[in-house]
C-alpha cells in the first residue's frame, strides 16, 4: 500500500470517527436510555466493528471489485433492494405499543459491531 493510501485511509478513519454521526446519535440515546454502564457493550461494538472496517478496506477488500467488475454492479443493485425494503418497512410499520413486561433493552456488542438491530 502506498504512502497516499495509509494517508487517505488513515484522514478517513479520523474524520469517521470524531463527527456526529448515526453510530454517535445511537450511543447518545442508549446512554440516556440505558444509562452509561449499560451502553458499554453498545460502545465497544461500534468501536471495533468500525475498526474492522477499516482493517478490511486496509488490507485490499475493494480490490475484488477491480478484479470482478461486475460485483460493484451486484452491489449496487442489492443496496437499492435493502433501501426500498427498509423504506417500505418503515412506511408500513405499526406505531410501537408500550409493554411493560418486556422492556426495551440497550444494543448488544454484536449488533453494534456488525451494525445490526433487528426488533420485531
Known sequence: MTYDLVLALSLFALVSS????????????????????????????????????????????VQIFDLYPISHQILKVVSVIYLFWLARKIANAAPPERDVANESTPITFIQAALFLKWSY
Open 18 to 61: 470524531i463527527t456526529p454521526g448515526p453510530n454517535n446519535l445511537m450511543l447518545m440515546a442508549s446512554g440516556a436510555n440505558f444509562g452509561f454502564r449499560r451502553t458499554i457493550p453498545h460502545m465497544l461494538g461500534v468501536g471495533i466493528g468500525f475498526t474492522l472496517m477499516i482493517v478490511l478496506v486496509g488490507i485490499g477488500l
